[in-house]
């Protein structure tokens, strides 16, 4: 279309690092847990990744720092992807340089007083900050005790009693990121699909946890990888969310062959036996 065109004319103009507008489609996925755990599935995954360059664009979805994430990857011999949505959907940067996007800063900051939900939130004794390393401008992270916090409901309707706004995820039973109301992995993926004129149905989304689950609905095409953590139970009969049998990347293969992906031989799911839906 129109919008596409005009992305396309802009890179070849101005030399634009990110080649996302060109692709067809994206694989956005998780890291730990989803994307990482079991090495041989993950090479696959990734040789194969490297065949598509010029049609599908990779990008991680994850609750790490920009740098963490980098590390990580590093560690595990994958590339830079072409994109990296970071601290939960805080953080959009592109490529080997890490171009932030500052487009998504400004929108997100919209509402987002930090100090104040911080202060706010002090008063909770099942909530205590985690190192100062995983705090960042837009997000607020807290180890949680689940039987000593409240229900979020009750933190929730809290915040909503000082006015003050924000998004509230909850993820392996232990953890609890505050974000903007405007951020999330989700809604990170939802602006990149704006931006870049891609629809959502192109988006192909792997993750394991609650923090996920943002991304894992709608209109993109989600799957939940066999190790995923209890949270995502609330997601079993919605459409478009297939749950893999297979672990990790194994698990993010199989759902690739499930959406019709085509796929090199080796790269198969081996038994799988009975796919199941959430």
């Known amino acids: 279309d129109k919008k596409r065109l005009r992305r396309q004319h802009a890179i070849i103009l101005h030399g634009e690092k990110s080649y996302m507008p060109l692709v067809d489609q994206a694989l956005i996925s998780d890291i730990d847990n989803t994307l990482l755990g079991d090495r041989r599935s993950l090479k696959q995954l990734t040789d194969w990744l490297q065949t598509r360059r010029s049609s599908l664009a990779f990008g991680i979805a994850t609750g790490r720092s920009v740098e963490s994430a980098v590390a990580v990857l590093k560690k595990n011999q ?8 970071t601290s939960v959907g805080s953080e959009i940067h592109y490529g080997k340089k890490l171009v932030p996007d500052l487009g998504w800063a400004a929108h997100i900051r919209h509402q987002w007083r930090r100090d104040a939900l911080a202060e706010a939130l002090a008063r909770f004794s099942g909530l205590r900050l985690q190192a100062p390393e995983n705090q960042r401008e837009f997000k607020l992270s807290y180890l949680a005790t689940p039987d000593s916090m409240p229900p979020l409901s009750e933190i929730r309707e809290y915040l909503q009693d000082l006015k003050l706004h924000a998004q509230l995820i909850y993820s392996h039973e232990e953890f609890l990121d505050v974000l903007p109301v405007r951020a999330s992995k989700g809604h990170a993926i939802r602006y990149l699909a704006y931006k870049w004129g891609l629809p959502l149905e192109n988006f ?21 990888v066999g190790n995923h953590s209890p949270e995502l139970a609330a997601l079993r009969n919605q459409l478009h969310i297939y749950l893999a049998r297979s672990h990790h990347a194994a698990g993010i293969i199989e759902g690739l062959q499930h959406y019709g992906m085509e796929l090199d031989h ?7 036996g009975e796919l199941t839906h959430v």
Do not use: F, H, W
């Open 204 to 224: 192909l989304v792997a993750g394991d946890s609650g923090n996920d689950t943002e991304m894992l609905v709608g209109d993109t095409r989600a799957i939940v």
């Open 78 to 85: 994958v590339k830079i992807p072409d994109v990296l949505i």
């Open 266 to 272: 080796d790269l198969q799911p081996a038994a799988i």
